[in-house]
């Protein structure tokens, strides 16, 4: 196969692959990775749970970019994070605002008391419905933001000849099932599927060395030709077009 000017794929495969990455920052991708928003606002809505609470944890916080974010925070604020590079990076940026990050084990009881907390958030991370119900105080909310479990299927078709897709189970509809089997009464359930444009090939490299579980065992070795057929559709047709899936649940315990 003959690839659209060489050397520019081979520089931005080259440019990629050496890209630092660290916490859950997308800088690198700026104008070159381009997402819609989804149809709701989560700073907005996890601002407007704030008002008048004493204790909010962050379930999954990264490197603590969106904790860091917001303008006052409880004053029993906690974040977890089970991904070992992140670890320290969000002790680094929340110990000075007060913020205590517990280093978890995905799937493990967190080690809180029961009825701690007046709100819980979590934005795309994952969670066992019953110990979010149990880390609620009575009239507690939970706030969650995850990625659906199609999210952009589009790669893994253009990329892999089998596609393994773990986590296509993953929808609002199972969700907000297993919030309410919890105990939980939903209060808002909203999906979405978001427009996604990767404008060279170099920005799909690095988004898929920043999300590994997308592709499993990805490396540009094993793809290669792949990489050559996509860098060669956006140079003819200006983006690769894939579908960010998500959606969104505001779930309240009542007792």
Excluded at 82 to 88: C, D, I, L, V
């Amino acid at each position: 196969m003959q690839i659209i000017n060489p050397s520019h794929f081979q520089a931005l495969i080259e440019a990629a692959r050496t890209a630092a990455f660290s916490g859950w920052d997308f800088a690198w991708l700026s104008g070159r990775m381009l997402e819609d928003d989804p149809p709701w606002n989560y700073e907005a809505l996890v601002l407007a749970h704030l008002e008048g609470i004493t204790s909010l944890l962050d379930m999954g916080t990264g490197g603590g970019e969106f904790l860091a974010s917001l303008p006052a925070l409880p004053p029993e604020t906690h974040a977890t994070e089970s991904y070992p590079p992140n670890q320290s990076i969000a002790r680094s940026r929340l110990a000075p605002l007060g913020v205590q990050v517990h280093l978890t084990t995905e799937g493990a009881p967190l080690s809180f008391t029961s009825r701690f907390f007046d709100l819980v958030i979590n934005r795309h991370e994952s969670y066992n419905p019953a110990e979010v119900y149990r880390l609620l105080k009575p009239g507690g909310t939970y706030v969650t933001q995850q990625v659906g479990g199609l999210d952009n299927l589009e790669i893994n078709q253009a990329l892999e000849e089998c596609i393994s897709f773990p986590f296509s189970g993953w929808s609002l509809y199972g969700a907000t099932a297993d919030l309410e089997d919890a105990g939980f009464t939903i209060e808002r359930a909203d999906g979405a599927a978001c427009k996604t444009q990767f404008t060279d090939i170099g920005a799909l490299v690095y988004y898929l060395k920043a999300v590994p579980w997308q592709v499993e065992g990805f490396s540009v070795e094993r793809y290669q030709e792949q990489l050559a057929c996509l860098h060669n559709f956006i140079e003819a047709h200006g983006a690769f077009v894939t579908t960010a899936h998500r959606f969104l649940i505001i779930a309240r315990k009542e007792v």
